[in-house]
């Protein structure tokens, strides 16, 4: 069956670093849209980034441009997403989600995409 596992996230001080991965499996990772979503506590689901399915074309939320970075290797079936700079308002579970490249759209909406991970905190301290 197709699994998405998120790994990376933690606690840091604003300002500092963190990268996110998520290994992909059950799926033929080189035809997949891959995505970023995150979720703060009583707020919706959010678009954070995008990478096609080749890696040549890359996409960001407005809150994140300049200081996060999206990446993935289809040798390993595994999608990153640095974060630098970070702040408080990035506090949330990250998701990373994948749906084949024939299906997308926009990329953005988090109801394009048939496949999740469990999710991970990621937690900034002012």
């Known amino acids: 069956q197709v699994q998405l596992v998120e790994s990376g996230g933690g606690l840091v001080q604003a300002g500092g670093s963190l990268r996110l991965s998520c290994a992909v499996s059950g799926l033929t990772f080189r035809s997949y849209h891959m995505g970023w979503f995150r979720q703060a506590p009583g707020k919706e689901r959010d678009f954070v980034a995008g990478?096609?399915?080749?890696?040549?074309?890359?996409y960001y939320g407005d809150s994140v441009k300049g200081r996060f970075t999206i990446s993935r290797d289809n040798t390993k079936y595994t999608v990153h997403l640095q974060m630098n700079s970070l702040k408080p308002e990035d506090t949330a579970v990250y998701y990373c989600?994948?749906?084949?490249?024939?299906?997308?759209?926009?990329?953005?909406?988090?109801?394009?995409?048939?496949?999740w991970g469990q999710g991970t905190q990621v937690t900034v301290a002012s």
């Open positions: 989600a994948a749906e084949h490249w024939t299906r997308i759209r926009t990329g953005v909406r988090w109801e394009e995409y048939d496949y």
């Open positions: 990478i096609n399915w080749t890696g040549t074309s890359t």
